[in-house]
């Protein structure tokens, strides 16, 4: 299956069970695998045969900056929900979302959720 891909999109959201999390605010990083056919648009070389990358983005920021959630899970879901709803042509989608300032006292790159979808 073809895919547009979206990786390392930076979001500065306000996500996190602590209350200081949805006060301060921090950078998340958002992976976006949105799979569909793309033998249309091969062939055509028109943007309208396809979903553009930058309208996935566009989508992704303003659900993730649109709502404070206490889970990386929601968010996550949220936006599958939200490109599902937006880009029929999308068939699944796997979105990791990265939350590389966690306040956890320990040393780590990042913790992240990555979620599966398929159009219902």
Same mark, same amino acid.
């Given at each position: 299956?073809?895919?547009?891909?979206?990786?390392?999109?930076?979001?500065?959201?306000?996500?996190?069970? @602590?209350?200081?999390?949805?006060?301060?605010?921090?950078?998340?990083?958002?992976?976006?695998?949105?799979?569909?056919?793309?033998?249309?648009?091969?062939?055509?070389? @028109?943007?309208?045969?396809?979903?553009?990358?930058? #309208?996935?983005?566009?989508?992704?920021?303003?659900?993730?900056?649109?709502?404070? @959630?206490?889970?990386?899970?929601?968010?996550?879901?949220?936006?599958?929900?939200?490109?599902?709803?937006?880009?029929?042509?999308? %068939?699944?989608?796997?979105?990791?979302?990265?939350?590389? @300032?966690?306040?956890?006292?320990? #040393?780590?790159?990042?913790?992240?959720?990555?979620?599966?979808? %398929?159009?219902?």
């Amino acid at each position: 299956m073809d895919k547009i891909i979206v990786k390392d999109l930076e979001l500065f959201c306000y996500h996190g069970v @602590n209350p200081e999390e949805k006060r301060d605010g921090q950078i998340f990083v958002f992976d976006i695998e949105a799979f569909l056919s793309l033998a249309v648009p091969c062939k055509t070389d @028109n943007v309208d045969d396809t979903v553009s990358y930058a #309208k996935i983005i566009k989508t992704v920021r303003r659900v993730a900056q649109s709502e404070k @959630n206490d889970l990386l899970e929601r968010v996550c879901q949220r936006v599958a929900d939200a490109l599902f709803e937006e880009f029929d042509m999308i %068939s699944a989608l796997k979105i990791i979302l990265k939350k590389p @300032n966690a306040p956890i006292k320990a #040393k780590f790159d990042y913790v992240a959720v990555e979620i599966e979808r %398929s159009r219902q």
